[in-house]
């Protein structure tokens, strides 16, 4: 049972610390520019296809910069040359821009690289074991991930909370004319937000593309899990969402390690129950089965009780 339990507990935070990384960059954007990037996924997998190709070309550890730059430099012109031209007409047109463009990236994905799933494997230079548990190797590239998600943490709050930049950002949102007015570029400001967040997603690629099926349909495996990310740690809360992801990672990877149902501990109660009941079907689906819909589930609750939240200061 300890064992179980112990090795649940790492690979939920494990999990949890990936989801951070991967929301952490969307949460930065609707933070401090209000918009909802549905696009933000599929820079996620480009960056994990980016550093695919550059791992071939030049290694891994080249890759890890300069996949993510390129990401950061894509995301820019997103915001420069597209973002910027719909943003008069409000936020509707903002998530119709945003969702057309997450099919254009997934369509130039696949002229580029193909329908099938590439080989993205781990690198040698990461391929080893950091230490050994209940029997269980736990490998390098996890830690490395865990290292970088904590210290993307600690960066971006301590940039936005502790450095005249990040002041400015978060003035330029609520106040942009008096920004202007102090002679700062606004427009400048916010390519500069949307590069960062897109060059985070990118970084989130580069190692999420080892743990996951580098192929097409990427985005769509991990795109709705991060808006339940987002929701349910409160939008534009960076500290809400790091919750969120752990919250999330640890549920949901207990969820699969525990093999009963309802129906299972309603009979070693001494409730009898049969699978011929009324509800007995329903009640005798395993949790690691319904595993997936586990985040879904803690999110139409947090709608419920708490519609802004965990640390969210607006309401969805």
Request: hydrophobic fraction near 60%; charge should be positive.
């Amino acid at each position: 049972m300890l064992e179980i339990v112990t090795v649940s507990l790492l690979n939920g935070v494990v999990y949890g610390l990936l989801l951070f990384m991967l929301s952490s960059g969307l949460t930065l954007i609707f933070s401090m520019m209000g918009v909802l990037n549905f696009a933000h996924a599929s820079l996620f997998m480009l960056g994990a296809y980016l550093s695919y190709q550059l791992g071939r070309w030049v290694g891994f550890w080249p890759a890890l910069v300069v996949a993510p730059l390129l990401c950061a430099a894509i995301g820019a012109a997103i915001e420069r040359w597209g973002l910027r031209r719909v943003h008069p007409h409000g936020h509707v047109a903002e998530i119709l821009f945003t969702f057309g463009l997450a099919y254009v990236i997934e369509e130039l994905v696949t002229m580029t690289w193909g329908r099938n799933a590439v080989a993205n494997p781990v690198p040698a230079s990461i391929d080893f074991s950091l230490f050994t548990l209940f029997g269980s190797t736990f490998p390098a590239y996890k830690g490395l991930m865990m290292a970088i998600s904590v210290a993307m943490f600690v960066c971006l709050y301590v940039a936005l909370r502790r450095t005249r930049i990040g002041l400015i950002i978060q003035a330029a949102l609520t106040h942009p004319r008096m920004v202007s007015a102090l002679g700062h570029d606004v427009p400048a400001v916010f390519v500069l937000v949307f590069a960062i967040g897109s060059g985070l997603a990118g970084l989130a690629g580069v190692i999420g593309g080892f743990m996951l099926l580098t192929q097409p349909t990427l985005a769509h495996a991990v795109g709705p899990i991060v808006f339940v990310v987002v929701v349910v740690g409160g939008l534009g809360s960076l500290a809400g969402a790091l919750i969120a992801s752990m919250l999330i990672g640890i549920l949901q990877t207990f969820a699969v390690a525990v093999d009963y149902s309802m129906l299972d501990v309603l009979n070693a109660m001494g409730v009898g129950v049969s699978r011929a009941s009324a509800l007995g079907e329903v009640l005798g689906i395993k949790l690691a089965t319904a595993a997936p819909v586990v985040p879904y589930l803690l999110l139409v609750l947090m709608l419920v009780v708490r519609p802004r939240g965990l640390l969210g200061t607006r309401d969805v």
